[in-house]
């Protein structure tokens, strides 16, 4: 990507897609990274899927949380 200096290579605040972050592991440890995530501050709880199994796994859990892109 070239990155000029007349912010021609700016992408606009209509055009940005929100941020996806999943979390994998087993469902005690999916539910504890989520309430890590929230005492830093970094995502409510209330934000991320609750934990649902995946299919062909007797063990594997996931969450799926969305999040605007940061502004500079």
């Known amino acids: 990507m070239f990155i000029g200096f007349d912010n021609s290579d700016r992408v ?34 209330v934000r991320w899927s609750p934990p649902i199994p995946v299919l062909g796994s007797d063990w594997k859990y996931i969450s799926m949380m969305e999040r605007e892109q940061a502004t500079e």
Do not use: M, W
């Open 12 to 45: 606009s605040d209509a055009e940005r897609k929100p941020l996806q972050f999943y979390l994998l592991g087993t469902r005690e440890e999916v539910q504890s990274a989520i309430n890590q995530l929230h005492v830093l501050r970094f995502s409510d709880r």
